[in-house]
């Protein structure tokens, strides 16, 4: 940070004083650590720098989100976990003034005397915070505390009306700018970080350095100090007052030129800040020269009890959420750069909305687009495309790969809005990325269509106008069009009011003289300016820019080689495959995100397991445009895919070959076909189907049919095991679906299934398997319970046993290692159940009620009814589930009916690697 920036504060902040009115705060708090309340009052001095005369005025109190059965928590919660802002009396101009009401996250005060043009008001605002368990942004845990949107908060005036609006869980703020100061009470045994600095209290930062270089101090005691200290803080220029509060931490405070980085936070993560704590002063400065100046003397990060999110900004202070998860794994074969990829996005936020302090409650992609933009630049011109996660040296996904995939899964879905959209509009959580994902995608284009250069000047420019006022959509739009006078309005006007998106494809038509022409087409009703890239078959290279409205291209020369369109993929193509005259193969030898122009090619190891095969070792080949991932975060549109499998069994000396290929098409729903074949030494089996599914996050479904030959080769051997020896056809149907409403979900299944030796004649057997469970998220944990049931028609032969068997349950017999007086045994996942029982075959009916609740990590319970209610057998089993973004997945068993309470005298564990699933 260079010292010349600080001499612009003073002109800056007479520069802007005319242009918005201004609310100054001056806190007098106490906090009560055994009830979590901050009580006191605020001095506010609210100045009219408008024409206007104000008879009355508006107040956010935002924490009354937290109120029990309010309509965020939408249940009763108990006194101590609850939390709201309450007035309770104002004072205008020294006399009392009752004339307010309280409308839930609003407040509006009648004035008894107006506020004339270019005037001030004094308010003394008495209130009581109740601070709740951690919802969101704000919230108390044992030792520590988040305090923000804790104060009634004056609204914003502007255009000649109040800001009014209801916060709700997507939705942030608006605020006006003032000089905030803050006297607080509170036990000597807790320690604040937060926006402003600490005002003259040097033994207090003693105090912190101590408290953090004793590994034993008496502050990691959990009791409460009864004696108590004043401190008092103070911020100029700010739109917000935020801070934390922790009774036992680690400190890093680092200082460059007139800038300090100050960092507190939990003991287990100093390592992980200490590392970072360096990049802050390039990340400030970086964006200091690409927008403007940094105003403020200080940055300040607090390891943080935040549920929103992986990060928070507050006017010089940023609050962290949970970083539970290692930089790198493996001993360094996966790496990952998420810490400070948040650090780089909430400082990105000091700019966005912090400076220009746009209305994010109306205009979320005034600072969340920009933000992430800004974020993936610093990322970029630090790491280049390595700047996320890397698998074995080798780019697994970085940051624009996340948010492109989540734009164009948004528009394949019919869920992306315009960037002039409330985030009101957002009905879903997904929905809200729209501001993120779809925001840098436009924000890049922009860029793109401008010319960096030209954009940076503008940005530039934008600031020097906008700086510490309220500017809107509107006002960017009309700022880029007058810097650039108008050249690009059309393309700006698409950008920010529709719902904009391209989808370009390229072909060469060959002309009579010889010469050729480039056709571009565009899909979309979106016309941007689109870069196209000629190269020849001397290596040279000829580039254009053309609207789609004027698509041809017209060549002298014949000897093309290749034409890329959108080569940097900056104009917000939803498919890029089709963007290349010349594909050609990219192969990839570990799991990495695709190239978007070529075919791909992966060749990823892989284990296989049955029931009566055991472990088969086997490597992957998977051919495609895109991999095929049925999730809601998936590629969007995937046409083609082809995956093989050669595997070796060392039980049976045998080799394996699978294959599976599928062609699809569609936007929300999606169909397909798909063919399986599986050939053995002893047999083969084919399976052609059709599907069609649709994901969603609060509705989702898949319907699959599929016919089943299997026919064997030599029953010497393979068929012992249990299968019939004779040829088997089937017919299987399977419907799956997800509804869900808030924090309730629903998930159910239906399969059924028809195995006959000779298709169309005698049904030998059939049978269905119903399935369906409710999950309920709270406070971070998923509640969930479900049934399971399976019906079977007549005598099963042992083909119709196995596929019983193997869905329902799974044997610990994998592998087993005396650990001392300990048996550790470990077995394949299995569908998360492991009961077993040896007469499974002699139940007609297996039924199982599943009672769990966590996330991550969360503890079942199975009840069990094997047969009819009368006659069946009755079963338990529990354990605990380490379930990681479904990929990695590990299951510890601890008690079954069978075999009892597995951890007297065995330690068992199930696991699962799905890499297929991270491609």
């Known amino acids: 940070m260079k010292k010349h920036f600080l001499f612009l504060i003073p002109l800056i902040f007479l520069s802007v004083g005319a242009k918005t009115n201004r609310a100054d705060y001056d806190f007098n708090v106490v906090l009560d650590d055994s009830l979590k309340i901050i009580s006191g009052y605020a001095d506010i001095a609210y100045a009219n720098n408008t024409g206007d005369v104000i008879e009355s005025m508006n107040f956010h109190l935002t924490a009354n989100m937290f109120l029990s059965e309010s309509e965020f928590l939408k249940r009763k919660v108990s006194p101590l976990a609850e939390g709201y802002t309450r007035i309770d009396s104002v004072f205008e101009d020294s006399i009392r003034n009752d004339d307010f009401t309280t409308d839930y996250t609003m407040a509006y005060l009648k004035l008894a005397t107006p506020i004339l043009p270019y005037s001030s008001k004094k308010l003394r605002v008495f209130f009581t915070n109740k601070v709740p368990l951690p919802f969101l942004r704000e919230g108390w845990a044992e030792g520590s505390y988040d305090i923000s949107q804790w104060y009634p908060k004056v609204a914003v005036y502007s255009k000649s009306k109040w800001a009014d609006f209801q916060t709700f869980k997507n939705s942030e703020f608006f605020n006006e700018y003032g000089d905030y100061s803050l006297t607080i009470t509170l036990p000597e045994n807790l320690f604040l970080f937060g926006t402003g600095v600490l005002c003259g209290n040097e033994n207090e930062m003693k105090r912190i350095i101590f408290v953090s270089d004793s590994i034993n101090s008496k502050n990691t005691d959990k009791k409460t100090s009864k004696d108590l200290k004043t401190l008092r803080y103070s911020a100029s220029n700010v739109n917000d007052f935020a801070f934390s509060l922790m009774r036992d931490f680690r400190y890093i405070s680092l200082s460059r030129d007139s800038l300090t980085v100050e960092i507190a936070c939990r003991r287990s993560n100093y390592e992980k800040y200490k590392k970072h704590a360096e990049s802050m002063f390039g990340i400030i400065d970086y964006f200091s020269e690409k927008y403007y100046p940094y105003p403020y003397k200080k940055i300040t990060i607090a390891d943080g009890l935040l549920t929103a999110g992986g990060g928070m900004e507050y006017p010089t202070f940023i609050v962290m959420g949970s970083l539970n998860a ?21 400082a990105a936020h000091q700019w966005f909305y912090l400076i220009s302090g746009s209305n994010e409650h109306e205009e979320p992609f005034m600072d969340e687009g920009f933000a992430t933009f800004s974020e993936l630049s610093y990322m970029e011109s630090r790491y280049e495309e390595d700047n996320y996660i890397s698998v074995l040296g080798k780019k697994f996904a ?471 209610y009368r006659d069946g057998r009755r079963l338990m089993q529990s354990g605990l589930l380490l379930n990681f973004a479904e990929i990695v997945r590990i299951e510890i068993p601890f008690y079954n009916t069978e075999r009892g309470l597995l951890l007297h005298d065995r330690f068992v564990i199930g696991l699962n690697i799905d890499l297929l699933k991270v491609i």
């Open 326 to 346: 290692p930089e790198e794994f493996l001993n360094g074969a996966i790496k990952a750069r998420y810490i400070e990829d948040i650090l780089c996005h909430e």
């Open 398 to 868: 970085n940051l624009f790969d996340s948010h492109y995939n989540a734009y164009v899964n948004l528009q394949t879905n019919k869920m992306a809005l315009p960037m002039n959209s409330k985030s009101t509009d957002a009905e879903e959580y997904f929905s809200y990325i729209n501001f993120y994902s779809k925001g840098y995608m436009t924000v890049r284009a922009m860029e793109s269509i401008l010319g960096a250069e030209v954009f940076k000047e503008a940005m530039k420019g934008y600031f020097e106008k906008f700086a510490f006022t309220h500017p809107s959509i509107d006002d960017l739009f009309d700022h880029l069009n007058s810097f650039t006078e108008n050249r690009h309005y059309e393309e700006l006007k698409k950008l920010l009011y529709e719902n904009a998106y391209t989808d370009y494809s390229v072909s060469m038509a060959k002309l009579a003289n010889n010469s050729k022409a480039i056709v571009i087409k565009n899909k979309s009703s979106t016309d941007l300016p689109v870069k196209v890239s000629v190269e020849y078959a001397d290596k040279t290279f000829q580039n254009f820019t053309k609207k789609v409205d004027f698509d041809t291209i017209y060549l002298a020369r014949s000897d093309v080689k290749n034409v890329i369109v959108d080569k940097e993929m900056r104009y917000m193509d939803t498919y890029y495959h089709d963007n290349s005259l010349v594909r050609g193969l990219k192969v990839h030898l570990v799991p990495q995100m695709p190239d978007y122009f070529k075919d791909n090619l992966y060749f990823l190891p892989m284990i296989d397991y049955t029931l009566f095969d055991k472990f088969t070792y086997s490597i992957s080949a998977y051919f495609c445009d895109l991999p095929k991932i049925e999730q809601e975060l998936s590629l969007g549109k995937s046409n083609y895919g082809i995956r093989g499998d050669i595997g070796y069994n060392p039980m049976s000396s045998r080799p394996l070959f699978k294959l599976n290929a599928y062609s699809e098409q569609g936007d929300v729903v999606r169909t397909g076909v798909q063919i399986d074949f599986k050939s053995a030494k002893n047999y083969y089996k084919v399976s052609p189907s059709l599907y069609a599914y649709r994901l969603g996050q609060s509705a989702s479904y898949k319907f699959r049919v599929s016919f089943m030959s299997r026919s064997p080769l030599d029953t010497s051997s393979y068929y012992s095991n249990g299968f019939t020896d004779k040829d088997v056809r089937g017919l299987e149907a399977g419907f799956s679906g997800l509804s869900s409403k808030n924090k309730l979900a629903f998930r159910y299944s239906v399969f059924s299934f028809i195995y006959d030796p000779l298709f169309y004649s005698e049904v030998t057997s059939a049978g269905i398997d119903l399935s369906g469970n409710i999950s309920y998220r709270v406070s971070g944990i998923e509640l969930k319970g479900g049934v399971n049931s399976s019906f079977v028609y007549r005598e099963r032969n042992a083909e119709t046993s196995l596929h019983l068997f193997k869905d329902g349950f799974s044997l610990f017999d994998s592998y087993s290692k005396p650990l001392g007086d300990h048996l550790f045994e470990a077995f394949y996942f299995n569908e998360g159940f492991f009961f077993v029982t040896d007469d499974t075959t002699s139940y007609k009916a297996l039924n199982r009620l599943r009672v769990s609740a966590g996330n991550v990590l969360y503890a079942y319970s199975d009840f069990i009814l094997a047969g009819n």
